[in-house]
């Protein structure tokens, strides 16, 4: 009757042991450490790089406890580990000068941060600690206002380049195009002209509001765009420039990074885990912005190269090999434009090649400007921190429609995927700056840390008292499978690599005294049984499989409202609702099956059982 059979002991059993395996990593804490990382998109981290760190640690007689080199897709990472933070610093300090000699234009970035400090046979098993967060954990806070008026510019400026194209096409003569504040102003010779130029801009960009005016003798229309259109333009560059955020964060490797839209025209950065705001702030300010303008390799513009100078309406810039190219200022295209680009090889001579993929636009676009310049050479600019560099600059062999580009020549197989690699990472849509950044210390993030510690600790002693007391065995029973839930848990929460934040203890405390309840139901239910004159083996089994229907609906209800808060909260409020459902299932688990394996391991051997320690039975008086 009290008797499992073999499989749900063994299903305990497995639980149990996955529990402190998964739960064991978080016990360990950890480590102080140095974290190197590539401060330019066109500079890759390889294992080269941490023979490079050991030595330099060598030479400084600088101890540490392990490091290694991560492979997070193209992107590469170095973390070393140390003993305390006293080395951590010295060692920053040594790396940073030896592997950034010129501090104005840094090559690496090197952060302080904090690994988990568990053995490397519990990571071999995929066990892995929580992920803390920002409370809990310290590290930067940072508010960030999007300059939405910049992105209305660049929009502006796209659509000058577009309706020349387009005025071009249709073999409209025109005197000017040009941007005015946040308008765009066309000016004519003649009325048919003008009138030619609103119909076909009224069809080929309904975004624009056209209106007409005279400027002295000139007719001008003027377009600007409509409230939906400029509505559309802010949401997407805060998208965008969210994504690019996370392109980039994500390279440095930094743990469970929260970044997410804050009102109409701001984003919120939390990096746990990074103590270093300078570097943090460096981490942000490493966007990239992609433009494709045109080379001009003229005699004209080669003699002035060769003197040093730089004629009117060019720009000089250097090519990844150091050598200087002239371009033009106009931009044909910019990132915004590129939907894919992937490495590859010629069709014909099966060279290392990199295909990009433009969208609608910038197909047009570049039809057009490759149909008019062939045989020149068309520059791929990628702008970090201000600075600019041509990845490559090839020469266009002929018209190329459709929005599939091919980038080849003498390119490696590594060097096509690494210039993907630049031209997918993405550009920020609209410039943004910091108003608002706050640091919370490793040491605050430990008080928190313990304090939630203590407040669940004291609270499960609480119980296992009362229930001790309470029930006598049935109470030790009881608090076994109370620990049995914080265990699972836990590892849950290992296994999911979910955040913890404060919240989250909140919930863990939350969950033992609801977690509780199912347990006092069962006990109840075996002295009510018990009171009616049950045998005590068969008052066990009844009161397991009578209390059942209870703990089902009460925990029900109480998912339902957890449920909800998971799906319309969000921020601490999600954190609290995702552990609060994943106690409640464990409680139900530990409390239902759990409880009743020990009880029946215990009693269920006995054959004649008078009596059963579940304490004070009170019968009724007749």
Same mark, same amino acid.
């Given at each position: ?12 059993l ?33 294992? @080269?790089?941490? !023979? $490079?760190?050991?030595?330099? &640690? +060598?030479?400084? %007689?600088?101890?540490?406890?392990? =490091?290694?080199f ?53 990571s071999a ?14 590290g ?6 999007v ?22 096409d ?11 504040g ?9 009325? @048919?002209?003008? !009138? $030619?130029?609103?119909?076909? &801009? +009224?069809?080929? %960009?309904?975004?624009?509001?056209? =209106? ?6 000139k007719?001008?229309?003027?377009g ?44 919120v ?11 943090a ?93 062939v ?12 600075r ?13 429609p ?34 608002e ?6 040491s ?51 296994m ?15 969950t ?7 347990n ?15 045998a ?19 925990n ?23 552990v ?42 007749d």
């Amino acid at each position: 009757m009290n008797r499992y059979p073999i499989w749900k002991y063994l299903t305990v059993l497995v639980a149990v042991v996955i529990g402190l395996l998964y739960t064991l990593p978080n016990l360990y804490g950890e480590s102080p450490a140095v974290q190197i990382s590539s401060a330019k998109a066109t500079l890759k981290i390889d294992p @080269a790089t941490l !023979d $490079r760190v050991q030595g330099i &640690l +060598r030479q400084a %007689n600088i101890a540490n406890t392990g =490091a290694s080199f991560e492979q997070n897709g193209p992107v590469g990472t170095v973390r070393v580990r140390f003993a305390n933070t006293d080395t951590q610093i010295q060692a920053r300090d040594v790396i940073e000068k030896s592997l950034n000699p010129n501090a104005a234009d840094s090559t690496y970035t090197v952060a302080l941060n904090l690994l988990p400090a568990s053995p490397s046979w519990l990571s071999a098993l995929g066990a892995h600690p929580m992920y803390l967060g920002l409370d809990l954990r310290g590290g930067v806070h940072f508010l960030l206002q999007v300059d939405m008026q910049g992105a209305l510019t660049a929009r502006y400026d796209s659509i000058v380049t577009d309706l020349r194209a387009a005025m071009r096409d249709q073999k409209i003569e025109q005197t000017g195009i040009d941007r005015s504040g946040m308008s765009v102003v066309v000016s004519f010779n003649s009325e @048919a002209m003008r !009138d $030619r130029a609103v119909a076909a &801009l +009224r069809t080929r %960009n309904p975004d624009l509001q056209i =209106a007409e005016r005279m400027d002295g003798v000139k007719l001008q229309i003027v377009g600007t765009l409509s409230q939906s259109a400029i509505t559309a333009v802010q949401a997407n560059a805060l998208k965008q420039n969210i994504t690019t955020l996370h392109n980039r964060i994500n390279e440095l490797g930094v743990a469970e990074p929260v970044i997410q839209q804050q009102g109409a025209d701001r984003i919120v950065v939390q990096l746990p885990g990074v103590q270093d705001v300078a570097k943090a702030k460096d981490i942000l300010g490493r966007t990239a912005t992609l433009e494709i303008r045109m080379v001009d390799d003229s005699p004209t513009a080669s003699s002035a190269l060769a003197a040093g100078t730089v004629p009117f309406g060019l720009e000089r810039y250097q090519d990844r090999d150091g050598r200087p190219i002239l371009v033009r200022r106009q931009v044909v295209l910019t990132g915004e434009n590129l939907q894919d680009a992937q490495a590859g090889r010629d069709n014909q001579s099966q060279q290392a090649a990199v295909h990009l993929t433009l969208d609608a636009k910038g197909a047009r676009i570049f039809r057009d400007v490759t149909r008019d310049n062939v045989g020149k050479r068309m520059a791929i600019l990628l702008f970090e921190k201000g600075r600019g560099e041509v990845v490559t600059a090839p020469v266009i062999r002929g018209e190329i429609p459709g929005g599939q580009v091919q980038i080849s020549g003498s390119m490696t197989a590594e060097e096509a995927a690494d210039t993907a690699l630049l031209l997918r990472a993405g550009s920020l849509a609209a410039p943004m700056e910091i108003i608002e950044e706050r640091t919370i210390g490793p040491s605050l993030g430990a008080d928190n840390i313990a304090k939630g510690f203590n407040s669940t600790l004291y609270g499960f002693v609480a119980i296992a008292i009362f229930m001790l007391v309470y029930y006598h065995l049935f109470g030790v029973f009881s608090t076994i499978g109370l620990a049995l839930n914080v265990l699972l848990l836990l590892a849950i929460l290992s296994m999911l690599q979910a955040t913890l934040t404060l919240p989250g203890i909140a919930a863990i405390a939350l969950t033992l005294g609801m977690a509780i309840d199912a347990n006092v139901l069962i006990n109840e239910r075996i002295r009510e049984e018990l009171r009616n004159g049950e045998a005590p083996q068969q008052a066990i089994a009844l009161g397991f499989d009578r209390a059942w229907g209870t703990i089902l609906d009460s925990n029900l209800t109480t998912l339902i409202v957890g449920v909800a808060l998971l799906v319309f909260g969000s921020g601490a409020v999600r954190g609290f609702a995702v552990v609060h459902c994943l106690g409640i299932l464990t409680s139900m688990f530990s409390s239902v099956v759990g409880v009743r394996a020990l009880a029946n391991l215990w009693y269920g051997r006995k054959k004649k059982l008078q009596s059963i320690s579940i304490g004070t039975v009170w019968k009724p008086k007749d």
